[in-house]
């Protein structure tokens, strides 16, 4: 079964700083990933997606993540903390294979932004 | 709304007692799940709905807890004689359509039980 771990529950960083939210995934092939967000009293929303395509991804709100299959890794980064990237993060993959209908989450980054 | 919603978004009950959960999907989304999260844990998939039937129950915990889709809209998450292990925030999510999966579902924001 295609699962994911992530290795941080909390992160902490200045607002202005890089954020690096890390994500090692396992899987007995190439598999589709995903990074999902959850704001304090939101709805999950997609934040980004590999689907075997570019392994560099960009996604929403300046967020970008690089496929690693030499490390099985998806780790997510961006430049420029804002505070408003104060949330928590989920590493995802789909279970049952690519065309999979259910989503894995792990067990989520709370990510901190300080002035 | 545009998006999904679901009620109630707060609910306490005592253990033992029966509880219901609506899910109102984006229209024209085929596609539904539910998934629990519990304090400090990802989302955990419970059930997936493709129009009025479930597709995939294999999350549900055991035998107290169903869902249904009567009319390929609407779905209700039910638990019978809940546990205090029941306690968690209940996610609704919908999706246009499972081929061709793009990972992209849209979220409601949940429905946390507190069971005493």
């Known amino acids: 079964a295609q699962s994911v771990t992530q290795l941080d529950s909390h992160v902490s960083v200045s607002e202005g700083t890089p954020v690096l939210l890390r994500c090692n995934y396992s899987s007995s092939y190439s598999p589709s990933l995903f990074w999902y967000v959850q704001h304090p009293n939101k709805g999950l929303q997609l934040l980004l997606k590999y689907t075997s395509a570019a392994t560099l991804v960009k996604g929403i709100n300046g967020f970008e993540a690089e496929f690693k299959k030499s490390e099985t890794s998806f780790h997510l980064t961006k430049p420029s903390a804002h505070m408003s990237d104060a949330a928590e993060y989920f590493c995802?993959?789909?279970?049952?294979?690519?065309?999979?209908?259910?989503?894995?989450f792990g067990k989520g980054t709370s990510l901190l932004v300080t002035p | 709304g545009a998006g999904v919603s679901q009620t109630p978004s707060n609910k306490v009950t005592e253990k033992g007692k029966y509880v219901e959960l609506r899910c109102d999907p984006i229209s024209g989304h085929t596609a539904l799940y539910w998934y629990r999260q519990s304090l400090g844990q990802g989302p955990e998939f419970l059930i997936y709905?493709?129009?009025?039937?479930?597709?995939?129950d294999s999350g549900l915990p055991n035998d107290r807890f169903f869902a249904v889709r009567p009319e390929g809209s609407v779905s209700t998450l039910k638990i019978q004689r809940t546990e205090r292990g029941d306690s968690a925030v209940y996610l609704c999510?919908?999706?246009?359509?499972?081929?061709?999966?793009?990972?992209?579902?849209?979220f409601g924001e949940g429905s946390r039980l507190t069971v005493l």
């Open positions: 709905f493709q129009g009025t039937g479930a597709a995939d």
């Open positions: 995802v993959v789909p279970t049952g294979g690519n065309s999979g209908y259910a989503l894995n």
């Open positions: 999510a919908s999706s246009p359509r499972t081929s061709g999966f793009t990972g992209e579902l849209f």
